[in-house]
């Protein structure tokens, strides 16, 4: 005892704990109390990088008590023999069922000898032969006596394919061998089962009566099978049925009572139907019965015993009706459901544990795979693959999934089924359930049969936990990110023949789906998908479903030439097409964009980067209007050069109105908010504008004044549309030191030059800075003092002036000049008791100078949405007039908004809720009308039209009708006019 106590530190050292280890190993000649044997160093050092080194010693002193007289040759070639060595021990320390099947059968380790091992193409003769099967598949032995001799033949083989696997973790420089060489053994070892089974099932049956081909489905017919799988196989007979039926059940007995469980519940009507089919019976079912989910399996289908003749005929028949499933109506959502039922079975406690069913498992990656195997593998054969992993590096190559996606996505499924076949072999009982956190033990013996050590002070355990989370996580992810896709129910949804089509079928699908020019869209077509290169691959899986969506739109036919000259120009963006492929819901909504809108394909060339938004309504509407001055302001002072802080101003502000846009199109924003937000665009380019040419010219003179920009009509109002001008007034003040003449040529100067900046053409919507309504128009002065200002106001303003100052506010540039200057024109914009009598005439006099000089010539003045009558025009004059007569009395009247406006009026009691109802319904409605045909058209555009595409493109946007005759819309839109005309000429024109 003295010696064994002495000795266990030194035993330590290889991972063995205790007395009893190192009594074993003194029996097997591997220890003395000087620490290894001479001879077995090399097998203590082994046995310490042995999963579970106690349970290596364990079998190690099991094996020589079984076989001393073996023992001794046993001993030495583990000695010698670096093969036998990691894999004997490798073996010992993570299955006691293979051990238990080595010592109770002496001998059987030399099956583990380097030069014993045999090859995938030996594995059917091993067991025919061990079932005596003579030249025609026949076993000689009886049925209990081949069941006894196939069983120990099986795990005979199965010892060797484990020790192969294994093996390296003991001995380092062993081969280790990749996940798909040892599921491809683990398969060829089941068939060469279904093989022996299927002669054993043979002797005694009439033969010659029947033919019978097994069918292997699952994991058996995809090559992937695990150390313990159910092997699922289907049976499809000829001739005499019952004979043939005799013949699957006793092989199925045979196979499950000697080697792994067989199931057939996979066969049409589960187990409720027949076990053997004839051919045209399956042919009968798949075709009017099948569900989903049959399909599905039938991907793996794969003839592997039995009649090959027949076997292969069964493939004929149904490989055609597989690869036509994604046709079905509801296919995407049904395999969808059938993997929340799968998922929904798991215990709730073990969800994130089981690793075949639960969150981020194995089925996970299955499902999303199949799922898009059969939508793509319609056309595409190079998809018609039964590994998963193989299928899913398909997906990849061919550009169904990204390359890292699913380079990620096998990553994680190889390292879950690794885990998967060394839980399995420790009892070889087919179980899926990774140890629970608690489990230390089994967490440790786990991390270190799957070849993990300790890192960075975490143990093997530790380190697994971690790998095992991280990799659910990704799994949970990336399949979600697949099988969720959106595009795939819109593949899903184009017919399989359509995706065959030749150019003349084309054509006439085509123009069946609303395009107007089929030639023409199938040359855009022609000039996206031809190639072999992945880009033309990424567009053939798009075009089908976006041509679909396409004819949705409006303007199909636009809408594909935009989408032709989008690509083109984003062809060099690594990223465009793998976002339109990946992102939820963003080919979608592009569609209805370029469908819709000639203004946005040319902003989305010149701010690809909004694309990336479309998948996230949030991002896409709900940006903060600080964050864009603050954005604005930051990009602009990072240049040094005047031109180049412009052109990153106006890029910033190309971004936002795209942004806008598509949030607008797309029903994520409000009218108001689409209102608000365009002002802000324009408030935040002058903001930087001015402050960076301020600074430029101050550093060429000195600064000789403070500038104020004081935004006037609808940017005063924050009410801009897509084609507004900004009209503005610029004020000055002198610093300290200058005259008022040298503040007004500084000023003057930095105005000139922030307009004539802003307003240099460029293919982005022109930015026109407006000064038409600073004092005596465009022959006054472009920029002011303050004095300047009040001294005019005081003595020569018009009654135009106050109207137009109702909407002034300041936006830019010094804050406190901005106030001084609004104190100074409240006043005259909310004149003391009121405007007077002969101020209220000329302002109406005005308005009808307007209405019958201003509207343009042909136009509609009934569908002319700013100046025709109920209009834009209509409507502000009307609350302007009350603001003058009425703002002095009235304080919530000051406000530079018009629903605002209209609102406090009606509290005021100056509109009865009736008029105010029709002003602001009227205001709105013309409102997003001409920003709809602003961005229709691509350009400022006032007038609605009464006929044809835009018009429908303009109705689609209001979504006020869904019916493409627009007659509708055009006799609501003129109703809510007149509503309005009428109240204006009794409020405006009456007193």
């Not at 949030?663 to 504008?689: E, H, K, P």
């Amino acid at each position: 005892m003295a010696d064994s106590v002495r000795a266990t530190p030194s035993i330590a050292r290889f991972g063995l704990s205790g007395d009893r280890a190192a009594e074993y190993l003194r029996a097997a000649g591997w220890w003395s109390d000087a620490g290894p044997a001479s001879d077995h160093e090399s097998s203590m050092a082994g046995l310490s990088r042995s999963p579970d080194p106690d349970l290596a010693v364990l079998g190690i002193d099991r094996l020589r008590d079984s076989d001393e007289d073996g023992w001794s040759g046993l001993s030495r070639a583990v000695a010698t023999d670096r093969g036998l060595r990691g894999r004997l021990l490798s073996v010992l320390g993570t299955s006691t069922a293979l051990a238990d099947f080595v010592i109770s059968r002496p001998g059987e380790w030399r099956r583990l000898l380097t030069d014993r091992q045999h090859s995938v193409a030996d594995y059917s003769r091993v067991l025919l032969e061990a079932v005596e099967a003579d030249g025609d598949g026949v076993a000689g032995l009886t049925r209990a006596d081949a069941v006894r001799a196939l069983r120990a033949a099986y795990r005979g083989l199965l010892l060797e394919i484990a020790g192969d696997d294994l093996g390296h973790l003991v001995e380092r420089d062993l081969p280790e061998p990749s996940y798909a060489q040892t599921t491809a053994r683990l398969t060829a070892l089941a068939e060469a089962g279904l093989h022996a089974a299927l002669a054993v099932a043979a002797a005694g049956e009439a033969r010659d009566t029947c033919r019978l081909a097994v069918i292997a489905m699952g994991k058996c017919g995809g090559t992937e099978l695990n150390y313990v799988s159910d092997v699922d196989v289907l049976f499809v007979g000829d001739g005499d049925i019952d004979a043939a039926t005799r013949m699957a059940s006793t092989m199925m007995r045979v196979a499950t009572q000697a080697c792994f469980e067989v199931d057939a519940a996979l066969r049409p009507e589960g187990k409720a139907g027949p076990l053997v089919r004839t051919l045209d019976g399956h042919a009968a079912y798949y075709r009017r019965w099948a569900r989903t989910w049959e399909f599905q399996a039938l991907l793996k289908a794969r003839p592997v015993a039995g009649d090959a003749e027949l076997g292969e005929e069964y493939l004929d028949v149904v490989q055609p009706l597989v690869w036509s499933a994604a046709d079905r109506d509801k296919f995407v959502d049904d395999v969808r459901s059938m993997r929340r039922r799968v998922e929904d079975h798991v215990p709730a406690g073990l969800t994130d544990r089981d690793l075949k069913l639960g969150r981020g498992g194995l089925r996970d990656v299955e499902f999303a795979v199949q799922l898009l195997q059969l939508v793509h593998g319609r056309t595409d054969e190079a998809l018609r693959l039964r590994s998963t992993v193989d299928t899913l590096a398909a997906l990849g190559a061919g550009g169904y999934v990204g390359r890292a996606d699913a380079a990620e996505l096998g990553e994680s499924y190889r390292f879950l089924r690794l885990l998967e076949h060394r839980l399995q072999l420790r009892k070889l009982r087919r179980t899926h359930l990774f140890p629970a956190d608690a489990d230390t033990d089994d967490l440790r013996w786990l991390a270190r049969a799957v070849g993990i050590r300790p890192d960075r002070g975490r143990g093997e355990g530790q380190v697994l936990l971690e790998e095992y989370r991280r990799h659910g996580r990704r799994v949970r992810r990336l399949h979600e990110k697949l099988f969720y896709r959106p595009l795939l129910e819109a593949v899903a949804r184009v017919p399989g023949e359509t995706l065959r089509l030749s150019p003349k079928q084309a054509q006439v699908r085509l123009a069946a789906l609303g395009y107007a020019a089929p030639d023409g869209a199938l040359r855009h077509i022609e000039a996206l998908t031809t190639g072999v290169s992945r880009r033309a691959a990424i567009q053939g899986t798009l075009l089908p479903a976006l041509l679909e969506m396409l004819a949705e739109t409006p303007d199909p036919d636009g809408g594909l030439l935009a989408y032709r000259r989008v690509s083109e120009a984003l062809s060099g963006i690594d990223w465009y097409l793998r976002v339109l492929r990946d992102e939820a819901a963003v080919v979608e909504r592009l569609a209805v964009l370029l469908g819709t809108s000639k203004l946005v394909p040319d902003l989305i060339m010149r701010a690809p980067e909004v694309l990336r938004q479309l998948g996230d309504p949030e991002k896409l509407a709900g940006r903060d209007p600080a964050d864009v001055v603050t954005s604005m302001r930051q990009a602009v002072n990072r240049q040094a050069y005047l031109g180049n802080a412009v052109a990153a101003a106006r890029s910033l502000r190309r971004h936002e109105l795209l942004r806008l846009a598509a949030a607008d199109l797309l029903g994520f924003l409000d009218l108001l908010s689409v209102c608000r937000g365009l002002s802000n665009v324009w408030v935040a380019v002058l903001q930087a504008t001015l402050a960076v040419v301020d600074r430029a010219e101050s550093a060429a003179s000195g600064r000789k004044a403070t500038i104020s920009v004081i935004g006037m009509g609808r940017l005063g109002g924050a009410e801009l549309g897509y084609g507004s001008d900004a009209d503005v007034l610029f004020v000055c003040e002198p610093t300290d030191g200058s005259s008022d003449s040298e503040a007004v040529r500084y000023a003057g100067r930095v105005a000139q030059t922030v307009r004539k900046l802003l307003g240099a053409p460029s293919q982005d919507p022109p930015l026109h800075v407006d000064v038409d309504l600073r004092p005596e128009g465009r022959q006054g002065a472009i920029v002011r003092t303050l004095d300047s200002y009040r001294a005019y106001y005081g003595q020569w303003a018009e009654v135009w002036e106050a109207q137009a100052l109702l909407r002034a506010r300041p936006i830019a540039g010094d804050e406190s000049l901005g106030a001084r200057f609004i104190e100074l024109v409240d006043p005259l914009r909310y004149p003391e008791g009121g405007l007077e009598a002969d101020r209220v005439r000329e302002i109406r006099r005005i308005k009808a100078r307007v209405d019958t000089e201003r509207l343009p010539r042909g136009a509609d003045p009934a569908l002319h949405t700013k100046l025709g009558r109920g209009g834009l025009a209509d409507i502000e004059w009307t609350l302007q007039l009350l603001q003058l007569r009425h703002g002095s009395a009235v304080p919530a009247l000051r406000t530079t908004s018009t629903i605002d406006g209209l609102g406090a009026a009606e509290a005021a009691g100056l509109l009865d809720d009736v008029d105010a109802t029709a002003l602001r319904e009227a205001w709105l409605l013309a409102t997003r009308t001409r920003n709809a045909l602003t961005v229709v058209r691509g350009k400022v555009a006032d007038q609605l039209p009464t006929s044809g595409r835009e018009l429908a493109a303009v109705a689609g946007v209001l979504r006020s009708t869904t019916d493409p005759d627009t007659g509708e819309f055009l006799d609501s839109y003129r109703r809510t006019m007149r509503r309005a005309r009428a109240v204006v000429e009794r409020l405006f024109y009456e007193d």
